[in-house]
């Protein structure tokens, strides 16, 4: 889907980084991670696919 449209917010520099992390962690940008959590999906990592591919 085409990103016509761009959404600011105010947040602490705390919030921000536990964000960016969580969306680092799912390997998505923080836009794309923020908008599937706005719009209620459901985000799973597997944090040991790595082990399990070995």
Not at 2 to 19: L, Q
Request: charged residues 35%; contains cysteine; aromatic residues 4%.
């Amino acid at each position: 889907m085409k990103k016509d449209i761009k959404f600011s917010t105010r947040m602490a520099s705390a919030d921000r980084e536990k964000i960016r992390a969580l969306a680092a962690k799912a390997h998505m940008s923080m836009s794309d991670y923020v908008t599937a959590c706005c719009l209620g999906k459901r985000i799973v990592v597997i944090d040991e696919q790595k082990e399990l591919l070995r």
